[in-house]
């Protein structure tokens, strides 16, 4: 079992490296730039002329943006519903 699943946990492994560390000072101007970008977007309408797979991606992203905040809400006050006070 464990060697079947040494390929697939490579690959994980060689992602999570990538994707699960946190931005680096270097990263700030490209995430400014990034998030000018989509304001400059939103205000000129361009997102009109996006491909549906573009727009998909863009819908996936920002529910798991949305679903990890709701995460750490929970993990924050250790509970699933409501605050304990």
Known sequence: LLV???PQLDVFLKYAKVELTPPT???IPAIR???GNIVKSAKSGSY???SV???WLNTLVTAEVI???YIGECIGKR???GYNV
């Open 25 to 27: 000072p270097g990263d």
């Open 48 to 50: 009109k002329n996006l």
């Open 67 to 69: 679903f990890w905040f």
């Open 4 to 6: 079947q699943a040494r």
């Open 33 to 35: 730039q990034s998030i």
């Open 53 to 55: 797979k573009e727009a």
């Open 79 to 81: 509970h699933l519903v």
